[in-house]
């Protein structure tokens, strides 16, 4: 008799086990063991719609790039300036950005056939390059001057892009002069040869101390050994003389304009921001 049960019981739940499957078709298969049903989500981990199983999402994030070094540099290169008897010749400067449209370098950079300093739209192609340690650096900001505003007391003029540059925070401008001693950095893009003209690949740095004040120029003295790399060169004209204590922001005290024949020792002479302060905001705003 308790065989016969037995059997019944087995009977009815291989019956029950039938339905269900039937009924359930294959959304819901599952697994009789001993009589138990188990549901696929009791006994195995989900799978994607291609039968594959499911990867718990990735915390792993990209750090962000490091801040750019001296985002504010400016190179300026020009292949048609105009040449007495007629053709053209190559040219460079080095600048900076002081507001999102306006470059600061140089006055002699923009001149006539007869090298006078001249205002207005530029009389050739000038382009300038904003942000970038190296030429082959990726990034940076292209663009090209449109108009030409040349200082009134010294060899300074402010330059106006075609296309503003919005994520750089540009130099201040100093509106006081610096004491005697002041510590400046210097970044240039000009030649490594005094004989041999042509802008570096890459951005030149150097350190220098004010050693002298005049009305409208500064002399700045460099710090150790001057060489072709840490010191302006022949088309570093225009390159900042600034205060920075971060490497990306930092305060405009002066622009090269001229100086011995580097690599060879003695002063830079530079011109002062602060006398022209008032003017180039003028300008800047027009």
């Not at 039938?18 to 049903?37: I, S």
């Not at 009134?152 to 402010?158: F, G, H, M």
């Not at 042509?198 to 001057?226: C, M, N, W």
């Not at 490497?247 to 580097?262: E, F, K, S, Y």
Request: aromatic share 4%; glycine share 12%.
């Amino acid at each position: 008799m308790v065989r016969r049960n037995s059997g019944r019981r087995r009977r009815r739940l291989a019956a029950l086990a039938t339905a269900v499957v039937t009924g359930a078709g294959v959304a819901f298969a599952y697994v009789v063991t001993g009589g138990t049903v188990t549901w696929p989500s009791e006994a195995a981990a989900p799978h994607t719609a291609a039968g594959t199983q499911s990867s718990p999402p990735s915390t792993t994030t990209t750090p962000p790039p490091p801040p750019p070094v001296l985002p504010f540099n400016a190179k300026l290169t020009s292949q048609d300036i105009p040449v007495k008897g007629g053709g053209v010749r190559s040219g460079a400067c080095s600048g900076s950005l002081i507001a999102p449209q306006w470059v600061i370098t140089a006055g002699h950079c923009f001149h006539d056939i007869n090298d006078v300093r001249v205002g207005g739209p530029p009389q050739y192609t000038m382009s300038v390059v904003i942000g970038k340690l190296k030429d082959s650096d990726p990034g940076g900001h292209a663009a090209q001057v449109v108009d030409v505003r040349q200082s009134p007391l010294n060899d300074l003029a402010v330059v106006k892009l075609d296309k503003a540059v919005k994520d750089v925070v540009p130099l201040q401008m100093a509106t006081t002069p610096p004491a005697m001693g002041q510590p400046l950095q210097f970044a240039g893009w000009g030649s490594l040869s005094a004989t041999v003209l042509g802008p570096s690949d890459h951005l030149k740095r150097g350190q220098f101390t004010v050693s002298g004040i005049g009305e409208y120029t500064l002399e700045a003295q460099p710090v150790g050994v001057r060489t072709v790399e840490n010191g302006p060169c022949p088309e570093d004209s225009g390159g900042p003389f600034f205060i920075s204590d971060d490497d990306r922001t930092g305060m405009l005290v002066a622009i090269v304009n001229t100086g011995p024949p580097c690599p060879q020792p003695g002063a830079e002479i530079i011109a002062r921001v602060d006398v022209v302060a008032g003017w180039i905001q003028q300008q800047i705003v027009a």
